[in-house]
């Protein structure tokens, strides 16, 4: 099977991050992955919810849209409440990225990850994700730098990364065309060390085997190494 993009079964989208890409939020990505864009920010705000309230411990809390027109036909804008896809979206954002901090280290501050995807070809959710992290990452130096913590508490890196079958065939990194047509759809986030924070796996045209399944996660875990590598490339500059 010949992807359109010319990619093979097991290579994942070039992926492009433009740091400070937003003026004013500790920390803001653009994060490109093949041709879905996505901005991500990070922003601090003293204080933490009712529940926190003196505990001595941090939040971080995320939330996902996507613009009128990221995709092919023109999407209603959110105005009250986000839509119940795009719920389950940035509570993943926030569960994977507190997976990997020591609340502790924060204070009794908040940290607001937004994604806002702009142009969406499959995939969304995990470039969300790969490019929140780098966000949280600065804004997480910055409070560093400003001597309010006293070192990054991120335990170690993550990254997420779609999987499928289609035609058949197991491939990586699906862009919108093989995700609409997989008969197997799966979304891992994995951490650095290989430990699985979350699957989310459905068999859209009928069943899988254990044996698809463990063939995915191999496959992903490449994937997954892929971009953690390209992560760390991106925050050395």
């Known amino acids: 099977m010949a992807r359109s993009d010319g990619r093979n079964n097991s290579q994942i989208r070039p ?38 309230k003196g505990s001595g411990t941090g939040w971080i809390t995320a939330e996902y849209s996507m613009l009128p027109r990221a995709t092919h036909t023109r999407n209603t804008r959110e105005v009250s409440r986000p839509k119940g896809r795009n719920q389950e979206i940035q509570r993943l954002i926030g569960r994977s990225l507190r997976s990997v901090i020591d609340m502790s280290v924060i204070g009794e501050r908040t940290i607001y990850i937004d994604a806002d995807v702009i142009q969406a070809d499959g995939g969304t959710r995990c470039a969300s994700i790969n490019g929140s992290f780098i966000a949280l990452y600065d804004a997480l130096n910055k409070l560093v730098n400003d001597g309010k913590i006293i070192s990054n508490p991120i335990s170690e890196f993550i990254a997420a990364i779609s999987i499928g ?20 759809d799966m979304n891992l986030v994995m951490t650095q060390s290989g430990n699985i924070i979350e699957i989310q796996g459905t068999g859209e045209r009928g069943q899988f085997s254990r044996k698809d399944l463990d063939k995915m996660l191999d496959l992903a875990k490449t994937g997954i190494d892929q971009i953690i590598k390209a992560q760390k490339e991106m925050l050395k500059k």
């Open 15 to 52: 992926i492009k991050v433009s740091r400070n890409f937003i003026k004013y939020p500790e920390g803001s990505v653009l994060i490109e992955s093949g041709d879905t864009r996505v901005i991500c920010t990070a922003s601090i705000d003293e204080g933490v919810p009712h529940f926190l």
């Open 165 to 184: 079958i289609v035609g058949g065939q197991t491939l990586l990194d699906l862009d919108y065309s093989e995700d609409s047509t997989a008969e197997i």
